[in-house]
């Protein structure tokens, strides 16, 4: 399999390119993330770490603005939601909304602090790719992300 580290390396090997001319985040792809968290302290750590890897995060505080995000952009690749969203649990929404989700092929990932069975039988109804408990260790983030998008972790 080649890798864009590899292929840089490469290109710089036969002086098609010098050392100078493309760092490797010029070979790297940016993933587009919609973030769906009301809490501006958990949003913005999260933002944080996810920018810092390389993502393009747009964030929405509700999920009618993440409903109106996810029909005008045709670039998203995941959406991280967490469960608990304005007194409105998000898996009724991704219930809702399902199938023109796996349509566009985007995969979401659901965040919660609440672990009992009887929320965890509301997340898992929903079919989510993944679930996060909070607080979510950024280890756990970033490898269940690139996980579910294929992404090879090169760091």
């Not at 952009?73 to 991704?94: A, N, P, V």
């Not at 989510?128 to 280890?139: E, G, I, R, T």
């Amino acid at each position: 399999m080649i890798t864009l580290n590899y292929l840089s390396n490469e290109l710089r090997s036969k002086k098609i390119i010098g050392d100078t001319d493309f760092t490797d985040n010029d070979f790297m792809l940016t993933r587009k993330l919609l973030l769906i968290e009301d809490s501006s302290i958990q949003a913005k750590r999260l933002i944080f770490e996810l920018e810092k890897s390389g993502f393009d995060v747009n964030w929405t505080r509700t999920l009618s603005e993440a409903k109106k995000a996810i029909e005008a952009s045709k670039e998203i690749d995941i959406i991280l939601s967490d469960f608990e969203i304005e007194e409105e649990y998000s898996s009724t929404f991704f219930t809702i909304h399902r199938t023109y989700l796996e349509e566009k092929n985007i995969p979401f990932v659901i965040m919660s602090a609440h672990e009992d069975p009887h929320h965890l039988e509301i997340i898992h109804a929903c079919r989510p790719h993944a679930f996060l408990s909070k607080p979510v260790l950024n280890s756990k983030l970033l490898s269940t992300i690139e996980n579910i998008l294929g992404i090879k972790n090169e760091r």
